[in-house]
């Protein structure tokens, strides 16, 4: 079994940062997809991130150049480091681990952009 507690969220104001965090308890952390989605208010779920065992990173559009995603496999942790905030980034933000077709999600992270 798998469980994800993200954390780091909170109230910044437009062009402002957050770093993100997601830990993970469980076996084979270091070879398990990651990813990153978030929900804003009166939208569906969407893709922010990936970052697979290897390190390779993909991003959506709408973040690319802004967010970066990260693991530490010694501590069982993906990271997402937001810059250059916007209004439109506020949303609940939801980790993902995915191995042999399974996926586990966290509980989320309410992330607040707002001047």
């Known amino acids: 079994q798998v469980q994800l507690v993200e954390s780091g969220g909170g109230l910044v104001q437009p062009g402002g940062s957050l770093r993100l965090s997601c830990a993970a308890s469980g076996s084979f952390f270091s070879i398990a997809v990651m990813g990153w989605y978030r929900q804003g208010p009166g939208k569906e779920r969407e893709w922010v991130a990936t970052?697979?065992?290897?390190?390779?990173?993909t991003y959506a559009d709408s973040v690319k150049g802004r967010f970066t995603i990260s693991r530490d496999n010694a501590k069982k942790t993906v990271y997402l480091q937001m810059n250059s905030l916007k209004l439109e980034d506020t949303a609940v933000y939801y980790c993902?681990?995915?191995?042999?077709?399974?996926?586990?999600w966290g509980k989320g992270t309410l992330v607040t952009v707002s001047s």
């Open positions: 993902k681990y995915n191995r042999n077709g399974m996926g586990y």
């Open positions: 970052i697979n065992s290897g390190g390779s990173t």
